[in-house]
């Protein structure tokens, strides 16, 4: 049956967020070189749809603080962007987002202890699956073990982990107002990324930023309600289309990411890393094709 307007307007909309995604170490890395650490452009960025939110919908801040899941959405949706935004600007941005994929792998196991969803043995496969890909993608000729090895890989892991704890808790709260989820992921953004900014930079991992500048305070706006757009499309895709349909399109975030970033040099597509990242992928559309059948 031929997909009517509103799906395909829909999907349209996933696409969008999924190239913004895709392409967003852009931005960060082009801020960077010019002295804007990921994690100030971060605050920055997501301050500046904060204080929008907080103009339109000044209760917003009430329904967030009274909610104790909300409370925990910040947390997890800031370390998200913590994770994913310094790390593409930091390492390979190919391994960053494979690594950052696992992430179906981490639902799988938090989505028993906080929506009683237990898996089945298939489901634990998928999981194996992904956790070979991940050792295929860390493991290198001069390391005994396949761990991480600098800060962008332990990044990855953390923010995938942070997105699957935030898919969860948003599945949990499906109940609350979007504009209170929306704030409590644009705030969490914010939050954490000043904490660990100011936690980072007197260990020399991350610099201060630097005096105000057009430029880019400019960049760091449009950044800004490049974020905003791209959060108001995934709403709209996602509350339109069945969530298996959702998270395929959502999987083309790592094509974007991927050639982009092989294209302009700033990442690398060994054998070793095609073949992990095909496991972890394949592990992806698996649970996606699955979907609802776990438990």
């Known amino acids: 049956m031929p997909a009517s307007p509103a799906a395909r307007r829909a999907v349209l909309a996933l696409s969008l967020n999924a190239l913004f995604f895709g392409l967003s170490w852009l931005p960060f890395r082009g801020l960077a070189s010019i002295g804007l650490h990921p994690l100030w452009s971060t605050t920055l960025a997501y301050a500046s749809v904060v204080l929008l939110i907080t103009l339109m919908q000044p209760r917003a801040w009430r329904w967030v603080l009274g909610n104790a899941g909300l409370c925990l959405l910040m947390v997890a949706s800031g370390l998200t962007n913590v994770g994913f935004n310094w790390a593409v600007t930091t390492g390979d941005v190919v391994r960053v987002v494979l690594l950052f994929y696992l992430m179906p792998a981490w639902a799988l196991l938090l989505a028993w202890p906080i929506l009683g969803e237990r898996p089945n043995t298939a489901a634990f496969l998928r999981l194996i699956l992904a956790l070979c890909g991940v050792m295929l993608i860390l493991k290198s000729p001069d390391q005994n073990w396949p761990v991480p090895s600098s800060l962008a890989d332990w ?124 496991l972890i992928l394949a592990a992806s559309v698996l649970a996606v094709r699955t979907m609802g059948q776990d438990h």
């Open 155 to 278: 990044l990855s892991l953390m923010g995938g982990f942070s997105f699957a704890l935030t898919n969860v808790l948003l599945r949990r709260l499906n109940h609350t107002r979007n504009i209170a989820r929306m704030l409590a992921m644009f705030a969490g953004g914010t939050i954490m990324a000043l904490i660990t900014a100011f936690i980072a930079t007197p260990m020399g991992l991350a610099y201060p930023p630097p005096a105000p500048a057009g430029l880019w305070m400019v960049l760091v706006a449009l950044l800004g309600l490049g974020l905003l757009f791209a959060n108001l499309a995934l709403q709209y895709g996602a509350a339109r289309l069945p969530a298996r349909v959702t998270a395929v399109v959502m999987l083309s975030e790592v094509l974007f990411a991927s050639v982009s970033s092989v294209l302009l040099g700033a990442g690398t597509l060994s054998l070793r890393v095609l073949l992990g990242g095909s």
